[in-house]
């Protein structure tokens, strides 16, 4: 049998998949909350594989700590920044994640947020809730348009073009970012490719949708605040820290853009009394991209999945290391 452990709770869907192989020794660690450090450093000793989550970091540490006879880190999402890809190359460890499943479900969410901000439907929620609603005027919580406006996607891959294409029926013009064009989306959508300057001068809405990585680190930063329409919108469901958080609260506050839409923030969770929460322009939600019955179910699935095949010694469906 070989041991594996589940290092956050999972639908039901992913151990049932584990324990039905057959092969598998299952653990799964009981809390809600992530398992702290010296917990999850204790709980990988001896696992033939490891069914992570973003919240644990996979270093050099963790893998030596487990053991030699460790063979996969399957996670439980399509990024893999919390994992030490190279670290697990030269101990020979498979590293799998999910593509794909999450692309529709986070692309909604993405423009979920973009409408939210763009016509402050919290701010209204509040603002009906409080009291404050005496009458209907003109000048109330004034947004700003979706249709016929200006979408900059920073970052085209498969969420960046799921936007893209509910963006084209909006009547959006669609303006994006990457290292190399992509000719088939902006075929479908009409897209233009353009530098990130560009990007930043002319979109009425910015919708991150890059990897986290030392070159996207900070991306979004107060050099590109000052370079924004003073209407824009900024949308974030991509990886927290490609947002410098202080220089989001300082352009915020200073309202140099008309709002922000957050599903990821730096750190995370944000701490309560971060003062991001104190404005009524930024709109803060719990990391929920891909936050659907269906959408987590098939990310446990697949995660399984990727493990029983590691353990069985074939090569699993979602490798990527």
Not at 56 to 64: A, P, S, V
């Amino acid at each position: 049998m070989k041991k594996v452990l589940i290092t956050r709770i999972l639908p039901d869907i992913g151990p049932r998949i584990l324990r039905e192989s057959g092969q598998i020794d299952l653990s799964q660690w009981p809390h809600e909350m992530p398992p702290p450090r010296d917990a999850l450093l204790e709980q990988v000793q001896g696992m033939d594989g490891i069914v992570s989550l973003l919240t644990e970091r996979m270093d050099g540490e963790l893998m030596d700590a487990a053991g030699p006879q460790l063979k996969c880190i399957s996670t439980v999402a399509v990024g893999t920044d919390n994992i030490d890809v190279n670290a697990a190359k030269q101990r020979g460890i498979m590293v799998t994640n999910t593509p794909g499943v999450l692309t529709e479900t986070s692309a909604d969410m993405a423009f979920a947020l973009l409408m939210a901000a763009a016509r402050r439907l919290p701010e209204g929620e509040r603002y009906a809730k409080s009291g404050q609603w005496k009458t209907w005027g003109m000048t109330i919580l004034l947004g700003q348009d979706i249709y016929g406006a200006t979408l900059g996607i920073a970052g085209m891959g498969r969420i960046g073009a799921a936007v893209a294409r509910r963006a084209k029926g909006f009547g959006m013009r669609i303006l994006y970012t990457a290292r190399n064009r992509h000719e088939d989306i902006e075929h479908e959508t009409g897209a233009t490719h353009v530098s990130k300057d560009e990007l930043l001068a002319h979109s009425d809405f910015i919708s991150v949708h890059t990897p986290l990585t030392l070159e996207t680190r900070g991306y979004i930063n107060a050099a590109a605040f000052e370079k924004m329409k003073p209407t824009a919108v900024l949308i974030n469901t991509a990886r927290g820290p490609v947002v410098d958080t202080n220089a989001l609260y300082e352009a915020m506050k200073a309202k140099r853009i008309f709002a922000a839409a957050l599903d990821v923030t730096d750190p995370e969770p944000l701490p309560a009394d971060h003062p991001l929460y104190t404005l009524d322009n930024v709109l803060i939600v719990p990391h929920l991209a891909s936050a659907s019955v269906a959408t987590r179910n098939r990310m446990a699935e697949i995660a399984a999945s990727n493990m029983v095949a590691a353990m069985r010694g074939d090569e699993p469906p979602n490798r990527v290391g």
